[in-house]
């Protein structure tokens, strides 16, 4: 028996990706959205296939995700853009931490991919150095995901009502 090795593919000529990006710290956030855009345009993803929307900030990432999910069922991966820079207090970490968590339940309960693209970071100066290869780096990722997921799910569907011998 051989090991069937699945290779990675970034076509994004026949994905639908879902945005959801924060609005808090914006001038980030509108970078690596930008970025993100670009990249997914570069990789063949219509306009017509892509839906954004946009929430206060990283904490509200999550519960958009289920919304952007739910009304938009036929999407093959999405992307969670928000900035997260730490100042003098402890809600740095509890947005972070939060933030992520609420992304990984997403995953794991929902079975899509999300590109989490919530950048932390200690001061605007790390943010700014980071933002453009962030977006790009999300947007490869979606597609990737994707793209696995699709195929994944045709072998699915390939294999249903197969007889499996017993």
């Not at 051989?2 to 980030?28: H, M, Q, T, Y």
């Not at 700014?128 to 699709?150: F, H």
């Not at 195929?151 to 009502?161: H, K, L, P």
Request: net charge negative.
């Amino acid at each position: 028996m051989s090991i069937e090795f699945i290779k990675p593919n970034a076509d994004g000529s026949d994905l639908k990706i879902g945005i959801v990006s924060a609005r808090f710290n914006d001038w980030a956030c509108d970078a690596m959205f930008a970025s993100c855009y670009e990249e997914l345009k570069a990789h063949g993803v219509k306009d017509e296939n892509i839906v954004v929307t946009t929430v206060p900030g990283a904490l509200e990432i999550p519960g958009a995700l289920v919304m952007l999910y739910e009304g938009y069922p036929d999407l093959d991966a999405l992307v969670a853009i928000g900035c997260v820079i730490r100042g003098e207090t402890y809600h740095f970490e509890l947005v972070a931490n939060e933030s992520s968590r609420g992304v990984t339940n997403f995953v794991m309960t929902e079975g899509i991919s999300v590109a989490n693209c919530i950048l932390t970071v200690e001061n605007e100066e790390q943010a700014k150095a980071r933002v453009q290869e962030k977006g790009a780096d999300a947007a490869r990722v979606a597609l990737e995901m994707g793209n696995l997921r699709r195929f994944c799910g045709q072998r699915v569907m390939e294999n249903f009502g197969e007889d499996d011998g017993q």
